[in-house]
């Protein structure tokens, strides 16, 4: 999944709900690639980096199909 938003270098976590990516790769400040882990239904999408949490669009949700 890529994930589009601000603030992103030097990325330490993404979380899709309370799951933590298996592995993800910051590819810009703007830009994540992250591999979601197993899980059902509409959960929030959470960036951590060095100075806190990392805004993601569109509203930081991810949807399970």
Same mark, same amino acid.
Not at 24 to 28: C, L, N, P, Q, R
Not at 30 to 36: E, G, L
């Given at each position: 999944? *890529?994930?589009? &938003? %601000? @603030?992103?270098? @030097?990325a =330490? ?6 799951? %933590?990516?298996?592995t993800?790769? +910051?590819? %810009?400040d +703007? /830009? *994540? =690639?992250? #591999?979601?882990p197993p899980?059902? &239904?509409? #959960?929030?999408?959470t960036v +951590? =980096? $060095? =100075? &806190?949490?990392?805004a993601? /669009? $569109? /509203?930081? /949700?991810f +949807?399970? %199909?």
């Open positions: 999944m *890529i994930l589009i &938003g %601000s @603030g992103f270098t @030097g =330490t976590a993404v979380h899709f709900g309370s799951n %933590s990516a298996p993800f790769t +910051t590819d %810009s +703007t /830009q *994540i =690639t992250a #591999v979601s899980g059902t &239904g509409t #959960v929030a999408v +951590t =980096t $060095p =100075t &806190g949490p990392a993601t /669009q $569109p /509203q930081g /949700q +949807t399970y %199909s």
